[in-house]
């Protein structure tokens, strides 16, 4: 059975919510370049909560890293246990090897958009 501390779980939740943030950040500089005119105003009303998007990322990013920091070690995860709960098999990755996962990003590669 593989196991990493608490705290190192948490800080890689916390790379990758932070990761995520900086993606929504991005977004929301991009909604200023896009031509609204005749766009339904409720669909104005999401664009515009990709800023409430990115801050919240950021904040919880911000709040697993001090977690991680104050919990000192905490006890030992199964690395399986934990990557058996998501989907994504980036995140699976990260779960039992955060570093060597980072190599293989899913931002990396071309951009495919449909």
Request: net charge negative.
């Amino acid at each position: 059975m593989t196991t990493r501390s608490t705290a190192d779980v948490l800080t890689t939740i916390s790379e990758d919510v932070a990761d995520l943030a900086s993606i929504a950040h991005a977004l929301d500089g991009l909604t200023s370049e896009l031509d609204l005119e005749g766009v339904d105003h409720n669909k104005i009303r999401d664009l515009q909560r990709v800023d409430a998007l990115f801050q919240h990322l950021d904040d919880i990013a911000v709040l697993l890293g001090n977690m991680s920091s104050m919990i000192g070690a905490g006890p030992d995860l199964n690395v399986q246990d934990l990557s058996n709960s998501v989907r994504l098999d980036y995140l699976k990755s990260r779960l039992s090897d955060a570093e060597k996962a980072r190599a293989i990003s899913p931002d990396a590669g071309n951009v495919n958009l449909f």
